[in-house]
Nanobody, 121 residues
Framework: QVQLVESGGGLVQAGGSLRLSCAASGSIFSINAMGWYRQAPGKQRELVATIGSSANINYADSVKGRFTISRDYAKNTVYLQMNSLKPEDTAVYYC???????????????WGQGTQVTVSA
C-alpha cells in the first residue's frame, strides 16, 4: 500500500506564493514520475507539472514561468513552488506518483487526497 500525503495549500492573494509538498510512503521499490494535477469546480482535472526519474520536467503552458516543480529522490517527496498566483489558479491540487512496489513489477499510479488552493483577486 502506497500513500501520498500533501500539504501546503491555502488562501493567498493574487500575486502571492504558495509551496505544496507531497510525500510518498509505503511499499515502494522505485518511483518513476511524480507530478501535480489540479481540478477547478466544474472542470476536468488537468496536468500542472510532472518530474520524471531523470529529472525530466513538463509544465502546463498556463503555469510556465510561474511554477517550479522539484523532487527529493531520497525522501520520495515532490514540491510545487507557485509564484505570481492568479485567481484562475484556484483549484484542488492533487499529487500523483507512478511507482513499482517490487523489482520487476508493473507500474501503478496513486493519487493524494488533494489540497485546496484559493487565490483571491
Amino acid at each position: 500500500q502506497v500513500q501520498l500525503v500533501e500539504s501546503g495549500g491555502g488562501l493567498v492573494q493574487a500575486g502571492g506564493s504558495l509551496r505544496l509538498s507531497c510525500a510518498a510512503s509505503g511499499s515502494i521499490f522505485s518511483i518513476n514520475a511524480m507530478g501535480w494535477y489540479r481540478q477547478a469546480p466544474g472542470k476536468q482535472r488537468e496536468l500542472v507539472a510532472t518530474i520524471g526519474s531523470s529529472a525530466n520536467i513538463n509544465y502546463a503552458d498556463s503555469v510556465k514561468g510561474r511554477f517550479t516543480i522539484s523532487r527529493d529522490y531520497a525522501k520520495n517527496t515532490v514540491y510545487l513552488q507557485m509564484n505570481s498566483l492568479k485567481p484562475e489558479d484556484t483549484a484542488v491540487y492533487y499529487c500523483n506518483a507512478a511507482y513499482t512496489p517490487y523489482s520487476g513489477s508493473p507500474s501503478f499510479r496513486v493519487w493524494g487526497q488533494g489540497t485546496q488552493v484559493t487565490v483571491s483577486a
